[in-house]
């Protein structure tokens, strides 16, 4: 078990660390929102201790920020605000329980485990991008629209998943060929428009719903609504 405290007070970060690497755990601390935020997204953690008033990024915009990069780890938030609208604000923030200090030792070891059991239960983590009926699963490799699986190749997935992470924001030809061919200067050719085409047949063309737009003189968009 792999747990990662975001803790601004070293005392508390420090015994509470003691306390869970005295279980056999592993155990990170942050002490600021920015370092919880590197180290929580490039690293895996089984569950996330987080701390409301942090310096830089504070724990609810932390938790926001995470889930809105698609990590699910669960997030348990550990702080002195114990009033309702408070713990409203951690759960639609995307935590998932809430502890208020002071605070039992016991207790939060009994509720990291209950976390991490549910999280371990619920089967392999999955990583879904989404726009529309459309969805990526960057896991498995595999596109879906409407619920059919759509065949891929590797350039069409990365093009797409290019288009989904860029959504609602036009994108040039010369950003895609930087971020999805990663080549650093104009090709002078229409291969990427060759490209969105396949992908085009592929995911829009069956479908009354367009999902990829030409933006004249511009390059392209995704998304949902014209
Ligand atoms: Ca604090």
Do not use: C
Not at 26 to 52: C, K, P, R, T, W
Not at 82 to 102: E, M, R
């Amino acid at each position: 078990m792999k747990v990662l405290i975001v803790e601004d007070e070293p005392k508390l970060a420090a015994f509470v660390k003691k306390g869970l690497e005295e279980q056999s755990w592993e155990v990170d601390v942050a002490f600021d929102g920015q370092m919880g935020s590197s180290l929580a997204l490039s690293n895996h953690y089984d569950v996330i201790v987080l701390d409301v008033n942090l310096p830089k990024i504070n724990g609810f915009e932390l938790a926001n920020l995470l889930r809105r990069e698609n990590l699910r780890t669960p997030i348990l938030m550990l702080t002195a605000l114990g009033t309702i609208n408070d713990k409203i604000s951690g759960f639609d923030a995307g935590a998932d329980d809430y502890l208020v200090k002071p605070f039992e030792f016991q207790e939060l070891i009994v509720r990291l485990r209950a976390l991490q059991k549910r999280n371990s239960e619920s089967g392999p983590v999955t990583n879904l991008l989404k726009i529309a009926d459309l969805e990526l699963d960057l896991n498995e490799r595999i596109a879906r629209r409407g619920g059919n699986r759509i065949e891929l190749t590797a350039k069409e997935f990365g093009l797409l998943e290019y288009f989904i992470r860029n959504k609602g924001r036009v994108v040039s030809r010369v950003d895609i060929a930087e971020k999805v061919w990663d080549i650093h200067f104009d090709t002078g050719t229409n291969t990427i428009d060759v490209y969105v085409n396949f992908l085009r047949k592929k995911i829009d063309k069956e479908f009354e719903h367009k999902l990829i737009h030409t933006v004249v003189g511009m390059g392209y968009i995704m998304k949902e609504f014209q």
